[in-house]
């Protein structure tokens, strides 16, 4: 069976669980109509999503994210809160050679802090709040043109396709993750939350 199999000969790194603390630095919404957020201080979630926001619902339709479907296939929404960091932020507008990018140009849900190298967490992350909510942290969020351009515009760049193209290239694994809501509620500005990575294996070399 092993000559069928020659990965499972290879010696595997186990990594155990680990536990770390963080704070709900800011909290966003987007309307309905645009991905865009704004600014709250809270967020009311059910196990849609965000009451109200762009990304709620128990299902959404597939994109360029999942070739394997033909684009428009109902999925179930994994996506349902796109989360970041305020130091990877500030690391890809160095890149981009602005002053800043504001979490709500590209439609984030949430900041946190206290977590190194957010955009790292893996799939199965769970993240508690302080009063109750727990998020679910599914993958990365792969940095797209769509973002990219709304960042130019709003920072006002002068070449603002340019800019669009740039995002992608310069905020690979810098751009948070997404999540969905494994136990709803409701989250508030400043919340602490204790994050639970789960166990993970790498291959020894």
């Known amino acids: 069976m092993l000559d069928l199999f020659p990965e499972a000969e ?22 309905a109509e645009h991905f865009q957020t704004r600014p709250v201080e809270e967020l009311r979630l059910g196990f849609d999503g965000i009451s109200g926001d762009f990304h709620a619902g128990a299902t959404r339709r597939s994109g360029g994210r999942e070739p394997w479907y033909p684009r428009g296939t109902e999925m179930r929404n994994e996506r349902q ?33 206290g977590v190194p190298h957010l955009s790292m967490l893996p799939a199965g992350t769970l993240l508690f709040f302080k009063d109750g909510v727990t998020l679910k942290v599914d993958a990365q969020n792969g940095p797209c043109r769509i973002a990219g351009r709304s960042i130019a515009e709003n920072a006002g760049m002068a070449d603002i396709e340019a800019g669009a193209l740039l995002f992608p290239k310069v905020a690979k694994r810098l751009r948070g993750v997404v999540a969905w809501v494994e136990k709803p509620g409701t989250i508030r500005a400043g919340e602490e939350i204790s994050a639970r990575v789960p166990e993970q294996w790498i291959y020894q070399t």
Do not use: C, F, Q, T
């Open 10 to 31: 290879k010696l595997v790194e186990i990594i155990p669980p680990k536990k770390l603390s963080a704070r709900a630095a800011a909290l966003y919404v987007a309307p």
């Open 81 to 113: 809160l796109s989360i970041v960091a305020a130091d990877e932020l500030a690391i890809v507008a160095e890149r981009m050679g602005l002053p800043e990018i504001k979490p709500e140009w590209i439609g984030a849900n949430l900041v946190i802090e």
